[in-house]
């Protein structure tokens, strides 16, 4: 059974691109950002990828899927009331391999479609703390309406901007 907690939205958007890339080094350049970013470990190698599937049909093209769950704290000290989420689903279909010759040189690489799907929340007491107190659980709805209600909405562009 899934969790149940406040999420509200901060970012949602698609990126289509169909041309010639190199899909090794797109997944390493997100995975690199992503760790830039702060969204896993320095030295951590598996991060929050969900899955991963490939899919070869024969004398046709390849279709990759790929999904990565993070989060992360905020960097004030709100990090155990509010959490950052960050969902990537990343799917490539058309997939061939492919030559490209650039200042005189032959190149391999990759031709297809990938589209992108970034959806970005505030979680709001994932850990229910809050709920599950005796005391504070009568000031739940207090504190998110009218006295977080700001630094919610402030954390809310922040990850819209990130």
Same mark, same amino acid.
């Given at each position: 059974?899934?969790? %149940? =907690?406040?999420?509200?939205?901060?970012?949602?958007?698609?990126?289509?691109?169909?041309? =010639?890339? !190199?899909?090794?080094?797109?997944?390493?350049?997100?995975? !690199? @950002?992503? +760790?830039?970013?702060?969204?896993?470990?320095?030295?951590?190698?598996?991060? #929050?990828?969900?899955?991963?599937?490939? +899919?070869?049909?024969?004398?046709?093209?390849?279709?990759?899927?790929? #999904?990565?769950?993070?989060?992360?704290?905020?960097?004030?000290?709100?990090?155990?009331?509010?959490?950052?989420?960050?969902?990537?689903?990343?799917?490539? %279909?058309?997939?061939?391999?492919?030559?490209? %010759?650039?200042?005189?040189?032959?190149?391999?690489?990759?031709? #297809?479609?990938? +589209?992108?799907?970034?959806?970005?929340?505030? %979680?709001?007491?994932?850990?229910?703390? @809050?709920?599950?107190?005796?005391?504070?659980?009568?000031?739940?709805?207090?504190? +998110?309406?009218?006295?977080?209600?700001?630094?919610?909405?402030? !954390?809310?562009?922040?990850?819209?901007?990130?």
């Amino acid at each position: 059974m899934a969790e %149940v =907690y406040d999420s509200i939205p901060a970012a949602s958007y698609t990126l289509k691109y169909k041309d =010639y890339f !190199h899909l090794k080094h797109l997944y390493m350049m997100m995975f !690199h @950002w992503l +760790r830039e970013e702060g969204w896993c470990a320095p030295d951590e190698f598996d991060f #929050g990828e969900e899955f991963y599937l490939q +899919r070869d049909i024969p004398k046709m093209d390849r279709q990759i899927r790929y #999904g990565w769950r993070l989060e992360k704290a905020p960097r004030d000290s709100l990090g155990k009331f509010i959490k950052y989420e960050l969902k990537i689903d990343v799917l490539v %279909v058309q997939l061939r391999d492919a030559e490209i %010759v650039y200042q005189n040189q032959k190149y391999s690489t990759n031709w #297809g479609e990938v +589209r992108m799907e970034v959806k970005a929340n505030i %979680v709001i007491d994932k850990d229910h703390v @809050w709920e599950n107190h005796w005391f504070l659980k009568h000031f739940n709805a207090l504190f +998110r309406t009218r006295i977080y209600r700001d630094i919610i909405l402030n !954390h809310r562009q922040e990850l819209y901007r990130e």
